[in-house]
């Protein structure tokens, strides 16, 4: 079984940036295509981004693509959410998961879940 924990949520300001990270334990994720998912109040949880298990491919929602990179490092068992000029509308908790089903144009989630991480951007 895999534990996931996520990391660099944080207050910023609208335009600004974070990077958040998904440390996984338990169990190598380097054969696991990894997601981004987030939850912001009163809503669903919603896809943010995907990428293969060898990192070769990458896929977004279109309200993140351009301004948001996900990425991973095998060797370190984790993966990453780089997230530039934010804005408001992307405060929410963001949730790791791993194992999901990848598709090039899509990701559905697995299970595993980490306990997700705050970002907050301020007007």
């Known amino acids: 079984q895999v534990q996931l924990v996520e990391s660099g949520g944080g207050l910023v300001q609208a335009g600004g940036s974070l990077r958040l990270s998904c440390a996984a334990s338990?169990?190598?994720?380097?054969?696991?295509?990894m997601g981004w998912f987030r939850q912001a109040p009163g809503q669903e949880r919603e896809f943010v981004a995907a990428?293969?298990?060898?990192?070769?491919?990458?896929n977004y929602a279109d309200s993140v693509k351009v301004r948001f990179t996900i990425s991973r490092d095998n060797a370190k068992n984790t993966v990453y959410l780089q997230m530039n000029s934010l804005k408001p509308d992307d405060t929410a908790v963001y949730y790791c998961?791993?194992?999901?089903?990848?598709?090039?144009?899509?990701?559905?989630?697995?299970?595993?879940w980490g306990q997700g991480t705050q970002v907050t951007v301020s007007s």
């Open positions: 990428i293969s298990w060898s990192g070769g491919s990458t």
């Open positions: 998961n791993a194992a999901g089903r990848y598709y090039s144009s899509s990701y559905y989630a697995s299970g595993y």
């Open positions: 338990g169990r190598t994720i380097s054969s696991y295509a």
